[in-house]
């Protein structure tokens, strides 16, 4: 039976003669959503009617219906399908999946409390799939909170596009339309705004989920705004044990005040969340640096200035030389010497010098080798790879200063360290990476922390 006060108008009403409105699902601030019935298709779908006193407003209802088209065009697991739009007298509606078998993020989190982090980096990542598209086709969402994300069979969901408009565009008299604590700096005070505002929305919905508490504390614009201003936002990891620094990084580089300091897209905020659900898998969030003193220095020397010196090869014992033979006699007839003590001296040398090649191929030109190499990722394993000082089971720090951001990033992968970069060192310096810590050359446990310094925040988005 319905709660809906009979007064409702839209009850049992059926919209250009084919959507039978039954009954009420959800009211917001700008529209009301019923459970209806395509009598053509003989299916039961979403309607969302535009409230009063935006549907008074031919400008707002005109926008409505053709980003509502817009969408419709959309096809994503994680979004929801729209199907139809259009007007029946002074109600504007759109069409869209009934999703009965879902219920809100909003509602889990009121009903569990905080969310497990390794759901919430999956959440996360579906989100950002659908957003990518949404972006792709040149729209914002501009009301991503957790009301709007259903959770239920498949995916995660992103509903309610009806206020998602054109990058860049403001509203006039800058009234700012969506949740409080969800909008963005920009949203908020109704300037332009672009795929980073969408972002930080998602910021706002994953550290709720993740700490069951909002970021940004407030109940009028006013106190948003100077939490804004002031960003004291505390990681989530200070409220939940065991958060991967890489999510607390990922969450927080999303709310940050200015747009252009957040991810620069969908697809770079995912490969964040991706890197941190490596880093909880792993369990290396636990890990620390230890650091070993290695022999082996930088890989740019050249060989001669490496100041790397193998250990003297054993020498062979040399026999004994034999006494000098007396001389003859004199008058007593020469002694002619035997062929078989004379080709004796010749077999010792040739085995004292077959022993030295032996030596110098087997320990000497290795070693050589190992010292050019300079790195250990090559390698076969870490314990082939480190200096014969370097204890087993460690790997060596790479040399990444100068390299892009994305090769450093691939370079200290493949060797295997939990790495992570720090942008905006120095603004002045050229794209890429200017320092490291710790130095190339150290040798580190498998999967110890490496902090890459990078010269501008563009180059981590």
Known sequence: MSNEPPSDPMIGRTLVDRYRIDEPVARGGMARVYRARDVRLERDVAVKVLSHPYADDPAFTDRFLAEARAVASLSHPSLVHVYDSGSDGEAHFIVMELLDRHRSLRQAIDEGGPMAREDVLRIGRELLAG???VHDRGLVHCDVKSGNVMLGPGPAKLIDFGIARPPHE???GSTSIGSL????????????????????SLGVVLYEALTATMPYEGRTPEEISAAHLAHAVRAPSTFVPGVPGRLDDAILQALRREPTSRFGSAEAMSRALEAADAESTSGNEMDETRVVAVSLPPAERSSDERGYVPPPA???????TPAPALAPARGAPARRSSPRRSIRPLIGTLVILAAVA????????????????GEASPQPSASESAPASAPAGTVLIP????????DAIERASEAGLNWRVECAQDPAQPEGIIGQEPPEGTSVAPGSRF???SARISDCR
């Open 131 to 133: 957003l990518r598209a």
């Open 170 to 172: 403001g509203l006039e």
């Open 181 to 200: 604590q969800f909008m963005s700096p920009e949203q908020l005070h109704g300037e332009a705004l672009t795929p980073a505002s969408d972002l930080f």
């Open 314 to 320: 054993p020498r062979p014992t040399r026999p004994s």
């Open 358 to 373: 032996l030596v110098v191929a087997l320990v000497t030109l290795p070693l050589l080798d190992l010292g050019g190499s």
């Open 399 to 406: 040399a990444t200063i100068g390299m892009s951001t994305a």
């Open 451 to 453: 902090t890459m310094f």
